[in-house]
């Protein structure tokens, strides 16, 4: 069982952390006397005496039990959140907050959150799905295909957008413009029937 800074194998015997093994003995005889199951004490906190006094009685195992409450009480102090021995949080901790409206984490977090964006990707990624050998036209019908079937959203498009450069924009833009005339065709000669 491993210590936690709060509750160790002393506090449960009511001892310090530099008693003796005749202080240990005694303090053990004392509240074994106390919470034996068979003069009404509970059973479990028994054990939890039980388990204490045999680490702590044997000195190499006592030896590997402090070794490993330091290194416990060491790790709290560091990690955030992590609490001192006396059980306080420790004097260097910072709380976290909520990010505040407008930051860069708060943007971050709220573009996370678009969980029908994580699918698309970006324009780049779509590139990368390529292999060398296609010819841009074709590359430029993949990329196409993907935007299309991004969902409605002015700014969003435009980040999905945001990782193509100058040829490759210049070229999805074009088949933008040609997919867009079509349309227009199409309906004006359903318009005009």
């Known amino acids: 069982m491993s210590p936690s800074a709060s509750e160790t194998h002393y506090s449960t015997l009511g001892v310090t952390e530099d ?7 005694k ?6 006397l106390k919470e034996h199951p068979d003069k009404g004490g509970d059973d479990a906190r028994f054990h939890e005496l039980a388990q204490a006094y045999a680490v702590l009685e044997d000195e190499k ?3 590997a039990y402090d070794e490993e409450l ?7 102090t560091l990690v955030e959140g992590g609490r001192t021995s006396s059980g306080a949080v420790g004097p260097d901790v910072r709380v976290k907050t909520a990010p505040t409206p407008g930051s860069t984490r708060s943007k971050k977090k709220e573009a996370a959150s678009f969980g029908e964006w994580k699918a698309f990707g970006t324009a ?4 990368k799905a390529l292999t060398d050998d296609v010819t841009p036209e074709v590359a430029t019908e993949a990329l196409f295909q ?9 700014e969003q498009r435009r980040e999905w957008l945001g990782s193509l450069r100058g040829e490759q924009k210049q070229a999805l833009k074009a088949r933008a413009k040609e997919h867009e ?9 359903w318009l005009h029937r």
Not at 146 to 154: E, I, T
């Open 19 to 25: 008693a003796t093994a005749e202080d240990i003995k």
């Open 61 to 63: 195992r006592r030896t």
């Open 70 to 76: 330091q290194k416990v009480r060491e790790h709290d």
């Open 27 to 32: 303090a053990y005889r004392e509240r074994a």
């Open 124 to 127: 780049r990624t779509v590139l």
């Open 181 to 189: 005339k079509a349309e227009r065709e199409k309906w004006q000669k």
């Open 146 to 154: 993907k935007y299309k079937a991004l969902p409605r959203g002015k």
